[in-house]
Structures are given as C-alpha cells and as structure tokens.
C-alpha cells in the first residue's frame, strides 16, 4: 500500500530509518572531507540537483542567481575535474573536516527522505593562503532508497551563513 502525501508528510520516521539516513549523512560527508570524490559521486542519482544559493532562505533555483546550481551533468564534470587531482584550486588537496549537528529526518514517501541538519566545514587552504577557512551553514538533503537497499542522494541544498556576503572560491564538494 502507498502512502499518500498527508500520510507521510505526518507519518514519523522510525529509529531505523533515522539511524539510516545520519549513517548516510556522516558517510557522505566523510567521503566529502577526505576528497573520495569518485565514491561520492557513487551515493550520487541520475536526477541529481546539487545547489548552493546566495544565502539562506526559500530561493527559486530558477529565478535568483546561485554560487552553484548543478544538474547531474554538471556535477559529473566537475567531480571528473576534482578527481584528475589537477585542479589548481586543490593542488594540493585541502584538508577538510565537517562537522554535522541538530539533523532533522522527515518522510517524503514510503521510500524517501528529507533531512536537515547545520553543519561547520573546516577548509585548510593549503594551496593557496594556508589559512584555515569556516563554512558555517545548514544544509538539505533530499534521499531515496535504492533497489539494493541502500540509500541515494538526488538533491543537496548548502545553505551558507555568510553566502550572501564575498566568499572565496568554493573548489571543492560542500
């Protein structure tokens, strides 16, 4: 039986299904901080939307501009450039190391999820300044479960603190 969109938009996650989706999150951004791009990219849907707006609040990715706003082709090219390791912003590699707090788990269907969750992302700038950078935000993900069972992202959404503001260049998965 299907649930429909009042059911589940009511319908409380269950302990399993949240552990699921944080086991997610933290794997996913573990693969993020250690720059496994490749791996990444495989918890990664074909219908993938990956979007960081100006700044936080309800934008239309089609109307408002944003630092970021890939489809799935877009996305493919540029983990394909991260991944040569000859990505001058990313030469070498900056350290990175994310931490995730206050997640938020709904249900969108019998078999996806949204979750929100702040995060702090540490960035060394080896390659450039040396300085340590601060990307402080909240982020949305958007999940489903795979025929496998397992779970894929086909939407993520970073919100950044300071995006409205002059940030320097984002050459890495955030």
């Known amino acids: 039986m299907t649930a ?3 059911q589940t938009a009511t319908s409380p996650v269950s302990e399993r299904e949240y552990r699921m989706v944080c086991d997610f999150l ?7 901080d250690e720059s496994r791009y490749l791996e990444w990219e495989a918890l990664v849907e074909d219908d993938m939307v990956y ?8 934008f239309d990715m089609n109307k408002h501009v944003s630092m ?10 540029r983990v ?3 991944a040569t390791g000859k990505r001058h912003a990313q030469v070498p590699v900056s350290p990175m190391r994310r931490l995730l707090s ?11 999820w949204k979750a929100q969750c702040n995060f702090v992302l540490y960035e060394l700038r080896k390659s450039s300044t040396g300085k340590l950078e601060v990307w ?8 489903r479960r795979r025929a496998d069972g397992s779970l894929g992202m086909f939407f993520k959404k970073v919100m950044l603190v300071n995006g409205e503001e ?4 984002l050459a890495f998965i955030i």
């Open 136 to 143: 402080p935000g909240r982020v949305e993900y958007h999940l």
């Open 26 to 32: 933290y794997q996913e951004a573990r693969l993020a």
């Open 68 to 77: 970021i706003a890939d489809n799935r082709s877009r996305l493919r090219t």
């Open 166 to 169: 002059d940030v320097p260049s």
């Open 102 to 112: 206050n997640i938020e788990v709904q249900r969108l269907s019998d078999d996806s």
């Open 51 to 58: 979007w960081v707006p100006l700044g936080e609040g309800d």
């Open 80 to 82: 394909a450039q991260l």
């Open 4 to 6: 429909t969109k009042e």
